[in-house]
C-alpha cells in the first residue's frame, strides 16, 4: 500500500483509487523468464544447497507446489509426474515446495520411495525462489503463511519456454502432468 500511495502522491484520490485495479492478468512467471539464480532452495538437508539457474541445464520441468504432503499435491498433482510415461523426455524434472528440506525428503520417500522417477524434491523455505517468481500468494487461513501458487514451467537453456500457473493458486488444472507432458 506505501507503494501505491508513493505512486499516487498529488493526484486526487478518486483517480488514484482507479490505478490500483487492472483488468489485466497478474504478471507471474512468463514464456522467456530466466529461472531465478538464486542459492535458496535446498535438497535433503540445510547445507544443500541447490540453484537451479545453475543447475538446470538444456530442458527440464519445474512443478511447483504450495505444501508437501497437502492432498492434491501427494494424491494427484505430483504423482501424475511420477507415473506419466513421458516423464523420462521431459529433461530434469524438479519439484519446489515452501518447505524445510526435511519435509521435502520426507515427502519424495513415501511418494517415490526408490527414486526411480528421477525427480528430485527441493525446499524453498524462505519462500525467496517463489517470490522471484512472482508465483506466491498470502494462504495463512490454509497454510499459515505465504505460499506458493501451483504451477509447471518447461524450461530450455536456463529460460521459461512455457508457464502454466494455476489462476485460483491451488487449483490442478493448467497444471497437471498431462497438460505439461501431453
Not at 532452495?41 to 541447490?50: A, F, I, Q, R, W
Not at 538444456?58 to 504450495?66: A, E, H, L, M, S
Amino acid at each position: 500500500m506505501f507503494a501505491a500511495r508513493r505512486l499516487t502522491a498529488g493526484v486526487p484520490r478518486a483517480l488514484s483509487q482507479r490505478a490500483l485495479f487492472h483488468s489485466t492478468a497478474p504478471a507471474f512467471v512468463q514464456k522467456g523468464d530466466a529461472i531465478p539464480d538464486l542459492d535458496v532452495l535446498v535438497e535433503n538437508s540445510p547445507g544443500n544447497k541447490v540453484n537451479l539457474a545453475k543447475e538446470l541445464k538444456g530442458k527440464g520441468v519445474i512443478i511447483g507446489v504450495p505444501a508437501a504432503f497437502s492432498p492434491a499435491c501427494s494424491s494427484t498433482h505430483v504423482p501424475g509426474f511420477i507415473n506419466h510415461p513421458k516423464l523420462k523426455e521431459a529433461g530434469q524434472v524438479f519439484v519446489v515446495a515452501v518447505n524445510d528440506p526435511f519435509v521435502t525428503k520426507a515427502w519424495a520417500t513415501s511418494l517415490d520411495p526408490e527414486g526411480k522417477s528421477g525427480i528430485r524434491f527441493l525446499g524453498d523455505p524462505t519462500g525467496k525462489f517463489s517470490e522471484a517468481l512472482d508465483v506466491t500468494f498470502d494462504s495463512a487461513s490454509i497454510f499459515g503463511n505465504n505460499r506458493s501458487k501451483r504451477y509447471a514451467l518447461l524450461v530450455e537453456n536456463g529460460k521459461v519456454k512455457e508457464a502454466f500457473v494455476e489462476p485460483d493458486n491451488i487449483g490442478l488444472d493448467v497444471s497437471a502432468a498431462e497438460k505439461i507432458l501431453g
